[in-house]
């Protein structure tokens, strides 16, 4: 399984951005694709995911703000991101999480993409 993570770049704070993270390979069985996002000097962390049946989860900081999608039929999970904010500057990281016929979860990550939000 690959990840290839694509539209990060420069946007000036109030713009948008559309991330997107296609999916190469096959899994089986239930899984979780998300965007995590890791600033200069700060842990990775979960920016927003969605299960394989379409629940979305978000981090506080960007309710209202982001929002996660994803087209199984392309193997593909967005990110569309509204009033981006100076914070929201970071190394943006997909990852997919799928679940063994065993019970565990093995984890796949993309490269990341950097979004720079900048006036």
């Known amino acids: 399984v690959q990840l290839q993570a694509s539209g990060g770049g420069l946007v000036q704070p109030g713009g948008s951005l559309r991330l997107s993270c296609a999916r190469s390979g096959s899994i089986f069985g239930l899984n979780v694709m998300g965007w995590y996002r890791q600033a200069p000097g700060k842990q990775r962390e979960l920016a927003a995911e969605?299960?394989?049946?379409?629940?979305?989860n978000y981090a506080d900081s960007v309710k209202g703000r982001f929002t996660i999608s994803r087209d199984n039929a392309k193997n593909t999970v967005y990110l569309q991101m509204n009033s981006l904010k100076p914070e929201d500057t970071a190394v943006y990281y997909c990852?997919?999480?799928?679940?063994?016929?065993?019970?565990?979860?093995?984890?796949?990550w993309g490269q990341g993409t950097q979004v720079t939000v900048s006036s």
């Open positions: 990852r997919i999480a799928v679940q063994r016929p065993t019970g565990s979860w093995h984890d796949y």
């Open positions: 969605i299960t394989s049946g379409g629940t979305a």
